[in-house]
């Protein structure tokens, strides 16, 4: 497809469980980033990636929250010990480089029981 | 720290009754100042970039323009189909090089026939 692909599109998981939310960004983008979206709040930054490194995770909130792009392509957010604050729409969002505009997918929404 | 504010937070507008809508910024030393439209259920779509007071920017019935302390989405003519939420967002430099955005809660737009 031509846009950012986030699967699954909606994940519930029990309290305490480990969750892996999944990117695909657009071809050919060289930077990727993970962003959080509550109800009626923008968008939070998480984590960006440019190539295979993560270059900036100063949003992550904390140790429980961790995200890898083993082959420059695909990313994969993953979160252990899940919390009921950790309910969120999880988007990810891909460019061309460092400097052109942020393309976002449809988000994962994450409910935790 | 950035700072976002977007009023009103809600606009209802009749079809062909032309508004704008208002995102007030806090940065230190802007890169370049961001206009989205999220509809439910999807990802934000990009729909500008600006860079420097006095810049503008066109597209269909949508007008964004820039002063040194904020941003304004003009709507002339509005159909119920420009209804959306529209997030403003300001650009900060990443370590590493990236583009974090911090958005905005958004301006939820409702356009009636």
């Known amino acids: 497809g031509a846009g950012v692909s986030q699967t699954p599109s909606n994940k519930v998981t029990e309290k305490g469980k480990y969750v892996e939310l999944r990117c695909d960004p657009i071809?050919?983008?060289?930077?990727l980033y993970w962003y959080r979206q509550s109800l009626g709040q923008g968008p939070e930054f998480l984590i960006y990636f440019q190539g295979t490194g993560a270059a900036d995770d100063s949003g992550l909130p904390n140790d429980r929250f961790f995200a890898v792009r083993p082959e420059g392509s695909v990313s994969t957010l993953k979160i252990q010990r899940t919390e009921r604050g950790d309910s969120a729409v999880y988007l990810c969002?891909?460019?061309?480089?460092?400097?052109?505009?942020?393309?976002f997918g449809n988000g994962t929404r994450l409910t935790v029981t | 720290e950035d700072q976002v504010t977007q009023s009103p937070e809600a606009l209802r507008l009749q079809e062909g009754e032309s508004s704008s809508l208002n995102c007030s910024y806090t940065?230190?030393?802007?890169?370049?100042l961001f206009w989205y439209r999220q509809d439910p259920g999807k990802g934000p779509e990009f729909l500008f970039t600006?860079?420097?007071a006095g810049e503008e920017k066109e597209k269909e019935r949508l007008k964004a323009t820039l002063t040194k302390k904020e941003s304004f989405l003009h709507i002339t003519a509005p159909k119920p189909e420009d209804s959306a939420t529209y997030l403003c967002a300001v650009q900060a430099m990443l370590t590493g090089g990236g583009n974090k955005l911090t958005f905005g809660t958004g301006t939820q737009l409702k356009v009636e026939l």
């Open positions: 940065v230190s030393g802007l890169r370049g």
């Open positions: 071809s050919g983008h060289t930077a």
């Open positions: 600006l860079y420097s």
């Open positions: 969002a891909s460019s061309h480089d460092s400097n052109s505009p942020l393309h």
